[in-house]
């Protein structure tokens, strides 16, 4: 993994109170950065064998990999984040 760049993210959930908004999970995860993410940017991570199937992966020992950069979000018909307003 020499060279592999390592982040440390955390899930995020749907507010059950106000639906339009994130809240953070309580969880953190390090996942291995296939795609050159930055900090704070929303991320898609999958993991377990799953995260081996990202391109260069499939002989590491990964549990947890970003496979996507999330541009929008729209929940209930109603975008709720946009990459470049952050």
Do not use: C
Not at 37 to 65: H, W, Y
Not at 67 to 86: F, H, M, P, R, W
Request: glycine share 12%; aromatic share 4%; charged share 25%.
């Amino acid at each position: 993994m020499r060279g592999r760049k390592l982040l440390m993210v955390r899930p995020m959930l749907i507010d059950p109170e106000d639906p339009s908004r994130f809240k953070p999970g309580g969880n953190t995860i390090v996942a291995i950065d296939t795609l050159g993410a930055g900090e704070g940017e929303l991320v898609m991570f999958a993991q377990g064998s799953s995260a081996r199937q990202a391109d260069g992966l499939k002989s590491m020992p990964v549990d947890a990999a970003i496979v996507g950069l999330v541009d929008t979000v729209s929940i209930g018909g109603k975008k709720t984040y946009e990459a470049k307003n952050q």
